[in-house]
């Protein structure tokens, strides 16, 4: 089992910077792909980005060239540095973590992008 806890979101304005954190109770190289996934109102949840155990990262189009998916061993974290916000990154962001079959998913935390 794999709890996380995310923090870091918050209201900023619109070309500024936030960065999101996910904490996670095991190790993060025990865990197959973590990943970060928002849900805006009235919208489904989205990938975002996710990262493997071997390093490997993927990003939805929306956001590449202005987030970037890091982990940190030491620290069982995973970060979401998110440059470059746009309102229409608005959005509760959750974290993810897949270990074999089983899925666990973060609070989720939220991020206004004021225009």
């Known amino acids: 089992q794999v709890q996380l806890v995310e923090s870091g979101g918050g209201l900023v304005q619109a070309g500024g910077s936030l960065r999101l954190s996910c904490a996670a109770s095991?190790?993060?190289?025990?865990?197959?792909?973590m990943g970060w996934y928002r849900q805006a109102p009235g919208q489904q949840r989205e990938l975002v980005a996710r990262?493997?155990?071997?390093?490997?990262?993927n990003y939805a189009d929306s956001v590449k060239g202005r987030f970037t998916i890091s982990g940190d061993n030491a620290k069982n974290t995973v970060y979401l540095q998110m440059n470059s916000l746009k309102p229409e990154d608005t959005a509760v962001y959750y974290c993810?973590?897949?270990?074999?079959?089983?899925?666990?998913w973060g609070q989720g935390t939220q991020v206004t992008v004021s225009s």
């Open positions: 095991r190790s993060i190289s025990s865990i197959n792909v």
């Open positions: 990262i493997t155990s071997g390093g490997r990262t």
């Open positions: 993810k973590a897949d270990v074999r079959i089983l899925s666990y």
